[in-house]
């Protein structure tokens, strides 16, 4: 199944990446993490989204799990972008921002937490394709704290995207 073809800005995204990256915030230690993304689409003109991240010990085997999200992520015309994410841990995103050739930037619009969720009430994202890798940087305001870094990677791509059947 081809792309949606208003998909073209965001499409080099498609696909399973997997790498690691180091997290830190100023309530936790600084960490050392793996994660796998995936992005995938059903012919409509938005991409699936999908995270899982492990804590990594120092010879970089899994120890535990750490984060996970899911979402959509829909672009608009002007090489605008809406990514919509929701988190196990009681707390729902909505992103927007733009897509400059293969570089996205995006910012929260919009948080909502469940009443059990940990204080958090920022986001702001970027994403690149630097020589065939996605880098990103993510930096939140959570918990008292202002909006400041808290986790960046690098990830390869290690599966081009498959439709199910």
Same mark, same amino acid.
């Given at each position: 199944?081809?792309?949606?073809?208003?998909?073209?800005?965001?499409?080099?995204?498609?696909?399973?990446?997997?790498?690691?990256?180091?997290?830190?915030?100023?309530?936790?230690?600084?960490?050392?993490?793996?994660?796998?993304?995936?992005?995938?689409?059903?012919?409509?003109?938005?991409?699936?989204?999908?995270?899982?991240? +492990?804590?990594?010990?120092? @010879?970089?085997?899994?120890?535990?799990? *750490? %984060?996970?999200? &899911? #979402?959509? +992520?829909?672009?608009?015309? @002007?090489?605008?972008?809406?990514?919509? *994410? %929701?988190?196990? &841990? #009681?707390?729902?995103?909505?992103?927007?921002?733009e897509v400059v050739f293969h570089k996205i930037e995006l910012r929260t619009d919009v948080v909502a937490?469940?009443?059990?969720?940990?204080?958090?009430?920022?986001?702001?994202?970027?994403?690149?394709?630097?020589?065939?890798?996605?880098?990103?940087a993510y930096d939140m305001a959570a918990v008292g704290q202002p909006l400041q870094s808290h986790a960046?990677?690098?990830?390869?791509?290690?599966?081009?995207?498959?439709?199910e059947d």
């Open positions: 199944m081809d792309a949606h073809p208003d998909l073209e800005p965001i499409a080099f995204l498609l696909g399973r990446w997997e790498g690691a990256g180091v997290i830190g915030y100023p309530t936790m230690e600084s960490a050392n993490f793996g994660q796998e993304v995936e992005f995938g689409h059903n012919g409509k003109p938005f991409l699936t989204y999908r995270s899982r991240s +492990w804590l990594l010990d120092a @010879e970089g085997a899994k120890v535990r799990p *750490l %984060a996970t999200e &899911t #979402g959509f +992520w829909r672009i608009q015309p @002007e090489r605008q972008l809406e990514v919509c *994410l %929701a988190h196990p &841990t #009681g707390i729902v995103e909505i992103y927007v921002g937490r469940a009443a059990s969720a940990k204080e958090y009430t920022a986001g702001h994202r970027l994403y690149g394709l630097v020589n065939g890798n996605l880098m990103y960046s990677a690098e990830l390869k791509k290690v599966a081009d995207f498959e439709p």
